[in-house]
Nanobody, 123 residues
Framework: QVQLVESGGGLVQAGASLRLSCAAS????????VGWFRQAPGKEREFVAA???????DYVEFVKGRFTISRDNAKNTVYLQMNSLKPEDTAVYYC?????????????????WGQGTQVTVSS
C-alpha cells in the first residue's frame, strides 16, 4: 500500500506561482510514474502532468510552458511547479501513482491517490 500526501496549495492572485509537493510512503514509488490530476467544481477530474521514474514527462496542452513536474526519488517526493497561474487553474489537485510506470496522459492509470490540495487563483 502506498500513501500519498499533497501539500503546497493555497490562495493566490492571477500571475502568481505555487509549488505543490507529493510525498509518498515507502514502497514502489521509485519504480512508478507519478501524476497530477485536478478537479474543478462541477467538472470531471482531468490529467495535468505525469513523470516516469526516470524523469520522462507528459503534460496536458493547457499547462505546457507554465507547469513543470519533477521528482526526487531519494526523498520519495514529486513536485508540480505552477507559474503564471490563471483563475481557470482553480481546482483540487491530486497526486496519483501508476505502479506500471505509464506516464502518458492516455495510458496513465492511478493505482493510488492522495487526498488532494486546494488551489485557488483569484482574478
Amino acid at each position: 500500500q502506498v500513501q500519498l500526501v499533497e501539500s503546497g496549495g493555497g490562495l493566490v492572485q492571477a500571475g502568481a506561482s505555487l509549488r505543490l509537493s507529493c510525498a509518498a510512503s515507502k514502497g514502489t514509488f521509485s519504480m512508478s510514474a507519478v501524476g497530477w490530476f485536478r478537479q474543478a467544481p462541477g467538472k470531471e477530474r482531468e490529467f495535468v502532468a505525469a513523470i516516469s521514474w526516470r524523469g520522462r514527462t507528459d503534460y496536458v496542452e493547457f499547462v505546457k510552458g507554465r507547469f513543470t513536474i519533477s521528482r526526487d526519488n531519494a526523498k520519495n517526493t514529486v513536485y508540480l511547479q505552477m507559474n503564471s497561474l490563471k483563475p481557470e487553474d482553480t481546482a483540487v489537485y491530486y497526486c496519483t501513482l501508476d505502479s506500471s510506470n505509464n506516464y502518458y496522459s492516455t495510458t496513465f492509470r492511478g493505482d493510488y491517490w492522495g487526498q488532494g490540495t486546494q488551489v485557488t487563483v483569484s482574478s
